[in-house]
């Protein structure tokens, strides 16, 4: 009996030794959906390793990485001079690995006659330059912007995207999260707002054309549409081990799959 | 030979394909242009990205491989230039950060009526000033100085006590928010917005409060600008009595009219007029704590001071860049009467209500060129009961009232950053057998010889 226990108990420790835990921190964007359903294929694929996903905002990602408490950090910006500098001093090289894009729609009423605007025109919308549709070639009526909230990272993303860092206009209104937008715009036939490319195509709203280009994974792709940012992971260097096979699960075909089932753009057209 | 199929790559027109070559043409000065990016890093890592997209773009290099080289140049530029090194937010339209360093010799003759002495004395002094001023966007701002001396009056340290550190003291902190281009207000301690000569208002002083700036344009050529503060003078504690349990209060409001005149050899419109009246009443409160040169800590009654100073200028008088400007200042207090009676306590003298000046400038440049100078000349007149000591210039007469006499100052630029000034004050009194501390001097003189570099 005594023997079985020691066995059992050395099985247990050497599976421990052997386990692998790969800890990711950082954006919301990327750490609310896409990458824990990558994480769930990769343990499907890779018995014994395990995840500790936390996703706290980009700038904590690209902190974890500096300080060494995470192999991967996710971020949907770039890391800053600031930051680059900071990792240096430490020792640290930060290591940038595109993983997906990011497309931002803009989107008005089904009824709105509306269909293209020029990316001048996006920035004067937003930032309360242009109030009412009849200074775009649309029919009279006064804007209604809707934006994410404050604390969404697409609300700074599409800032810097779209509105050359301005303000967004004071009477725009903050909604919670890509639904709100797409329904409250759907409601209201003067209505303005921007989603993520998932949701374009949402009952009531059509998405309107951006110096000629639709969003869409070829016109991203192709860079021709210009709301679209990358995405990243970041690691210290090159990535190795068990951290290198995840990034590269999230590079192949499969995992770029999952990159588009949950509204994002692959980095490469798949076939 | 006829021109061959894969010829000089220098040119284009000896090949039979000729979109190939064009390419190949783009790509080469593309990925040559890649290749001196990685080698200039620094200097170009902030100008990149666009070259980079462009590069992305046209398929000449992978998504990967842009984010690598942006990558490798923002860690040159993170790591090689201070400006990597500085984190400033986004809604910041323009930071800037300057000062300067003024080294001074001055000797003084101070003489008061009635005495036996003639106070002489030579002092070494430095001034340093170090200021931010922030522009936010939709037209905020916010900014702050920093300089020796806790006088208002002057930001000036005499050399002393063998080898001591000097201190730093809070010279501005304010906030300012300009909506258009007709309206600008500003709070906390700030420069002085109103339009004045040294004779009302010391330059160096650094009012307190909230102004607020109207501007008017009448056409091209003349603008109107009304300016307002209600500037606090001293904190007093509200349970006192009578005016000690007042704050010291200034408003301030004056008219700033601008008229532009007469053309130059290029058409452009460069003689101005100004003229500036305006008027300034303090509340009855108490004073205390001051430390200027020659400081009043009494009260502020007594004082509702008009004033109407101005300047004419004329450009290109001896040749391109040269100008003549006159200029001048008045003030009248209505309540001279009261101020020398019962605030200085001359029971038997008379208000002296007026103060004017008078002067003459010509100068050769802006004064920011190398080798520009000016040299300017102003008689002034200041009754004893005609405006606040407290503001006035702290250098003509020391800050007195009951003086007349002239200031002449000469200025020459070193390099476009370093200048050396010189400066002569020497004023007399206009009534003798003065009692109070504020109008009391026989005469005075001050040289002034200063080496300013600015950074």
Known sequence: ??????????????????????????????????????????????????????AEGSTTGI??????????????????????SAATAKGVSMKPIIVAFDGIGVIVNQGNPLAALTRRQVEQIFAGDITDWSQVGGTPGKISIYTRNTS???????????????????????????????????????????????YLHDPGIKTVAIDGALPSEESVIAKKYPYARPTFYYTNGEPTGEAAKFVEFTLSDEGQKVVRKVGFVPVRVLN | MVGPRFGPTTGTQFNDNPDRPIMLHLKSKLLALAAALLCAGTAFAQDSGPLIDILVRKGLITDQEGEDL?????????????AGKLNLGSHLTEFKLGGDVRLRHQVETQAPQNGTVSNERTRERFRFRFNGDALMQKGWGAGFALETASAADSGN???????????????RAYVSWRPNLNWMFAGGKQKNPFYTTDMVWDSDINPQGVTEIHTRFIGAKDTLEF????LLMDDNNETGIGRAGRDAWLFAQQAVYTHWFGKDAIGNVVNSLVIAPGFMLYNDSTLSGLDNETPFNGTTDGLAVFTMPGEVNWMNVAGAGTSVKLYWDFAYNLEAERRVRKVYGLANQPKDAAAWLVGVGYGSG????????????DYRSLGTGSLDVNLSDSDWAFGRVNQEGFKLAAAYNLTDFASFNATYFHTTDKRETQTSAVSNLDHSQILQLDLVVKF
Do not use: C, W
């Open chain 1, 1 to 54: 009996m005594k023997k079985t226990i020691l066995l059992l108990a050395a099985l247990g420790a050497v599976t421990a030794a052997t386990a692998q835990k790969l800890v990711i921190k950082g954006s919301d964007t990327l750490g609310a959906k896409l990458v824990p359903m990558l994480a769930e294929d990769y343990k499907a694929r890779h018995a014994g390793v395990t995840f500790e996903i936390a």
């Open chain 1, 63 to 84: 902190s974890a990485i500096i300080d060494g408490t995470a192999q991967i950090g996710m971020s949907s910006r770039r890391a800053k001079p600031t930051e680059v």
């Open chain 1, 152 to 198: 969404s990272g697409t609300y700074a993303d599409f800032k810097e995207l779209a509105m050359k860092k301005r303000d967004y206009a004071s009477s725009s209104q903050k909604m919670a999260g890509n639904e709100q937008i797409a329904a409250e715009v759907a409601k209201n036939p003067n209505g303005i707002g921007y989603v993520g490319l998932a």
């Open chain 2, 70 to 82: 942006r990558s490798e140049l923002t860690k040159d530029f993170a790591a090689n230039s201070a």
């Open chain 2, 157 to 171: 340290q005499t050399l002393e006590n063998g080898n001591n550190d000097y201190n730093l003291y809070l010279a």
């Open chain 2, 227 to 230: 300016r307002a503060g209600q």
């Open chain 2, 366 to 377: 802006t004064g920011k060129v190398q080798g520009d100078y000016s040299v300017k000349l």
